[in-house]
């Protein structure tokens, strides 16, 4: 069994017993009741999505976040364009706990980083107040896909829609995706490979906003994305582990900046 089969099974029967505590009619009057969605700019500059990852299934256990609004605070105070947040619990040791603290602490958006296999799904990103949820091509049949990027857009997110490979990025594009992830992780193996980006960011739709995902350790890969075209980078594992969250994310945004504006002339 590939891990992502393997990981969208446990996100099921997490999701059941949470269904099982609040039902799908509670949730949408609760989706219904947030606060306002704060919209995600696509035509701004280059910038950071910083992530808020406790944990992976490629390297453990990566870092406490005793206090993940507290991070968040610093990556927003470095310029982050917005916050991810893992709430898949098994294998991110994430939270719906965490998302909440994160969204009172920062006033950018923030997104919900899971697994969306359901509708219920939806919902409850938005009862919890995120402004962009997360679409893996690769865990969805082209159906569901088109379905639930309708739905994210009717509660007023924004669809990150995540790509791995040429064919999902067409199945992106035919969706009409307009904030497109080029993984280069790839959810079958967790093997990364920087070098999966740029051949992806060619086949980008002119006008769609390119998100770099996964392998940035530094400087170098920021610089990489960008000059291949990268609008913004979503960065975890170096963010939280490198002690330095707020100077990170203001380094890589300025980094990225520049390499933009020298692939512009
Ligand atoms: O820690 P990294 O290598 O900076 O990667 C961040 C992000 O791209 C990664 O967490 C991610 C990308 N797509 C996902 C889908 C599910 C869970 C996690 C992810």
């Known amino acids: 069994m590939t891990v992502l089969i393997d990981i969208i099974s446990g996100v099921r029967e997490d999701l059941q017993a949470r269904r099982n505590e609040v039902p799908l009619s509670e949730i949408t009057a609760r989706a219904a009741a947030a606060e306002p969605v704060r919209p995600f700019d696509l035509s701004a500059d280059f910038g950071v999505i910083a992530e808020v990852k406790r944990k992976s299934p490629s390297r453990g256990d990566l870092a406490e976040i005793p206090d993940p609004g507290t991070l968040a605070g610093l990556y927003a105070a470095g310029g982050a364009r917005a916050i991810s947040v893992l709430t898949e619990s098994r294998r991110f040791n994430g939270s719906l706990a965490d998302l909440d603290s994160v969204r009172a602490a920062v006033d950018i958006p923030v997104l919900r980083k899971d697994f969306m296999v359901d509708e219920y799904q939806f919902h409850e990103a938005r009862a919890h107040g995120a402004d962009i949820v997360l679409l893996i091509v690769a865990a969805l049949d082209p159906v569901q896909l088109g379905e639930f990027h309708a739905l994210a857009t009717e509660l007023g997110m924004t669809a990150l829609v995540e790509t791995h490979n040429r064919e999902e990025l067409e199945i992106a ?5 307009e904030l497109i992830g080029a993984n280069t992780r790839n959810l079958k193996d967790l093997s990364v490979d920087t070098d999966r980006f740029a051949p992806l960011a060619q ?17 170098a890969e920021v610089s990489k994305y960008a000059d291949s075209g990268a609008d913004l980078v979503l960065v975890g594992e170096a963010l939280v582990t490198g002690g330095r969250p707020q100077a990170a994310v203001e380094e890589y945004t300025a980094l990225g900046r520049e390499r933009r504006s020298l692939s512009a002339s």
């Open 173 to 177: 594009t035919e969706l009409g995706a």
């Open 203 to 219: 086949l980008a739709p002119a006008g769609c906003t390119l998100v770099a995902e996964s392998g940035v350790a530094g400087a």
